[in-house]
């Protein structure tokens, strides 16, 4: 299921988005969506604090107390990949509003058919290949999306799971390491292994496989099961080159 989040503080303005976004979305064969409506953009950041989790925002600019732009920039703090359609009546903002990977800046009044096409945008965005997400729930309580490609291992310490990404280091609170493996597993099958106990590793992210261990590209060492040498050698270059492996998994 993909989530979408109007924030529009004209209410004309926004039952006619609602409307069309849900029109759209009905249309939709391929996805599911919740779409939910803010008249006002502390709301929608409280929701966010709360535990909300979008996927595409479709802001208007001109708010009274916070801007759509400085709504965005909490939003995209939380939701890493969040996909974002501007609304407004100005150009002023366009630079800011593309600094922060906006899909599409529509210029009121626009049509149903405009919208759409920055719908179609957005979720192209999501739905593209290298955008695979893992939401996470950190210390604070927050949601965090962090993308497939960016986890290079996760480790169990005391009662968190250490997620390494190529940007940092997260906690995640909620989640057992064997429920983070399985879901791993569903969306993205061949690409993690759990090569010893309390470890999930991205095939990706490996540099080599030696007697001493699992050598990341970041220069961590995770460690083997003795005698699993060899096995797991043979499963990474089955993943890393399928073509010369017709039986193995297909990446």
């Known amino acids: 299921m993909l ?66 732009t400085e709504a965005a920039w909490e939003l995209a703090r939380h939701l890493k990949h969040i996909e974002f359609i501007f609304l407004t009546c100005s150009q002023d903002f366009a630079v800011e509003a593309f600094a922060l990977g906006a899909v599409h800046y529509l210029l009121k009044p626009f049509s149903s058919q405009q919208l759409a096409g920055a719908l179609d945008r957005a979720l192209a965005a999501c739905a593209g290949p290298d955008n695979q997400r893992l939401i996470l729930h950190l210390k604070s309580g927050a949601p965090y999306i962090v993308q497939l490609a960016e986890i290079e291992y996760i480790e169990s310490v005391e009662r968190s799971r250490v997620v390494h990404t190529q940007s940092g280091v997260l906690e995640e609170q909620r989640q057992s390491l064997s429920a983070l493996y399985e879901q791993l597993c569903q969306m993205s099958p061949g690409q993690f292994i759990a090569p010893y106990r309390g470890y999930i590793v991205n095939q990706n992210a490996i540099r080599t496989i030696n007697a001493q261990g699992i050598v990341m590209h970041s220069g961590a060492v995770i460690p083997l099961k003795e005698g699993d040498f060899r096995r797991t050698r043979e499963a990474f270059f089955a993943y890393m080159f399928p073509e010369a492996n017709p039986g193995g998994p297909v990446k």
């Not at 209410?11 to 409307?19: G, H, N």
């Not at 009905?26 to 966010?48: C, G, I, K, W, Y």
């Open 3 to 68: 989530s979408i989040v109007i924030c529009e503080d004209e209410e004309k303005d926004l039952a006619y988005i609602r409307r069309t976004v849900e029109e759209y979305c009905a249309a939709q064969v391929e996805h599911t969506f919740r779409v939910d409506a803010f008249n006002n953009p502390s709301q929608m950041l409280d929701a966010l604090e709360q535990g909300a989790v979008w996927d595409i925002a479709l802001l208007d600019v001109y708010m009274p107390g916070v801007l759509g």
